[in-house]
């Protein structure tokens, strides 16, 4: 890949993405380089990080990482966007990791459970019903790109609740 001065780079290599700290994050541990559907990869690394690191913390720790990494990653999130001239770069995906960690943290624990969850969560990811179309469109910096994931994790926690009401999950 060259770069050139005023172009956006649509195509990052794998060695652009793992040359940077903020780049190996916001590209959600290089899963932003896999096509088709880099986000739909980025939310299963985060499934991954949730069963292995994150599903047993204590709830005041997982506030912690959440918001943590939420504001690291508004911060990756802009400057990769700067750099390859493209505000929010399908490949940026640690919003998808974070917004899942949220969903996953707050709905019931079992793998079926996960699993429903988490496909809630890509459907309105790529769906974004209002008012994640509005955050997606009016946001284009670092907190857009995570902000708008978060709303659609708030969607997806709604649905979720109404399932557990309705006994469809538990």
């Given at each position: 890949?060259?770069?050139?001065?005023?172009?956006?780079?649509?195509?990052?290599?794998?060695?652009?993405?793992?040359?940077?700290?903020e780049?190996?994050?916001?590209?959600?541990?290089?899963?932003?380089?896999?096509?088709?559907?880099?986000?739909?990869?980025?939310?299963l690394v985060?499934?991954?990080?949730?069963?292995?690191?994150?599903?047993g913390?204590?709830?005041?720790?997982?506030?912690?990482v959440?918001?943590?990494?939420?504001g690291?990653?508004?911060w990756?999130?802009?400057?990769?966007?700067d750099?390859?001239?493209?505000?929010?770069?399908?490949?940026?995906?640690?919003?998808?990791?974070?917004?899942?960690?949220?969903?996953?943290?707050?709905?019931?624990?079992?793998?079926?459970?996960?699993?429903?969850?988490?496909?809630?969560?890509?459907?309105?990811?790529?769906?974004?019903?209002?008012?994640v179309?509005?955050?997606?469109?009016?946001?284009?910096?670092?907190?857009?790109?995570?902000?708008?994931?978060?709303?659609?994790?708030?969607?997806?926690?709604l649905?979720?609740?109404?399932?557990?009401?309705?006994?469809?999950?538990?």
């Open positions: 890949m060259t770069e050139r001065p005023g172009q956006p780079i649509l195509r990052p290599s794998a060695a652009w993405v793992f040359a940077r700290p780049r190996i994050l916001a590209f959600g541990l290089g899963s932003g380089l896999i096509h088709p559907a880099p986000g739909t990869w980025g939310t985060g499934w991954l990080l949730w069963a292995v690191l994150l599903h913390l204590p709830d005041g720790w997982m506030v912690l959440l918001l943590l990494s939420f690291i990653g508004c990756a999130a802009q400057r990769c966007g750099a390859l001239g493209v505000p929010d770069h399908g490949g940026i995906n640690w919003d998808e990791i974070v917004a899942v960690w949220l969903v996953l943290w707050l709905m019931p624990h079992g793998f079926w459970a996960q699993a429903v969850s988490v496909a809630l969560f890509r459907f309105f990811d790529i769906v974004k019903p209002p008012p179309s509005l955050c997606d469109r009016r946001f284009k910096n670092g907190f857009g790109v995570m902000i708008d994931d978060i709303v659609a994790a708030l969607y997806t926690l649905a979720g609740a109404l399932l557990v009401r309705l006994g469809v999950l538990s």
